[in-house]
């Protein structure tokens, strides 16, 4: 597609459960971001992957939290046991390689509730 | 780490009014900025970038920020704002070559009354 595809837009889980969310990263785009967006907190950091090189983790908030990026394009990222405290709209973005890194194309979000 | 510091998270004013967003940052190196915007129901925007030249910078739908070094400043500036401009701004700073990740300050909800 045009832009970046995040799957799913909405979804309600149960504490303690287990949810993955998709990104699909603009065609080409080496770089691929995924940020957290909680009610007046602004853009929270979560990890970054370049290419073949080892993701910038330095921003997931406990070890429940991780992601992957198969064959550098569709990133997955997985949240284990759930808490309510990770409700959020959960934003993925891609870019082109470093010298344009801070050109991020966003999806849509997803919007993560946990009960 | 590099902070980003907007002020005035809510902003009511009028069609017609002039608009300016707050954006200072905390990092002494060499830095690329942004703002961007997000419209209601909709995802996140470019809405300009300084990265170097001339620190008066003109993006889209009018709008346009100044860096100012000296005071680690990039504040967003409209002269006269459309009620179209209802929106959430946010700046962002990405510290340069090397380092790949912006930093977002926490926004300013802007709310344009007709």
């Known amino acids: 597609g045009a832009g970046v595809s995040q799957s799913p837009s909405n979804k309600v889980t149960e504490k303690g459960k287990d949810v993955e969310l998709r990104c699909d990263p603009i065609s080409g785009h080496t770089a691929l971001y995924w940020y957290r967006q909680s009610l007046g907190q602004g853009l929270e950091f979560l990890i970054y992957?370049?290419?073949?090189?080892?993701?910038?983790k330095s921003g997931l908030p406990s070890d429940r939290f991780s992601a992957e990026r198969t064959g550098g394009s569709v990133s997955t990222l997985t949240i284990q046991r759930t808490q309510q405290e990770d409700s959020a709209v959960y934003l993925c973005?891609?870019?082109?390689?470093?010298?344009?890194?801070?050109?991020?194309?966003f999806g849509e979000g997803s919007r993560l509730t946990v009960l | 780490a590099q902070s980003v510091s907007q002020h005035n998270h809510h902003v009511i004013l009028s069609e017609a009014a002039s608009l300016e967003l707050g954006c200072n940052y905390s990092y002494g190196g060499t830095v690329n900025l942004f703002w961007y915007v997000q419209y209601p129901g909709q995802h996140l925007q470019l809405l300009l970038k300084?990265?170097?030249?001339?620190?008066l910078v003109k993006g889209i739908k009018g709008f346009e920020a100044e860096f100012i070094k000296s005071k680690f400043s990039f504040n967003l500036r409209k002269p006269s704002v459309q009620w179209s401009d209802t929106a959430e701004y946010f700046c962002a700073v990405n510290a340069g070559y090397g380092n790949n990740r912006l930093a977002f300050g926490k926004g300013n909800q802007v709310v344009v009354i007709p």
């Open positions: 300084y990265f170097s030249g001339d620190p």
């Open positions: 973005a891609s870019s082109l390689a470093d010298r344009e890194a801070g050109e991020l194309f």
């Open positions: 992957f370049q290419g073949n090189s080892a993701p910038d």
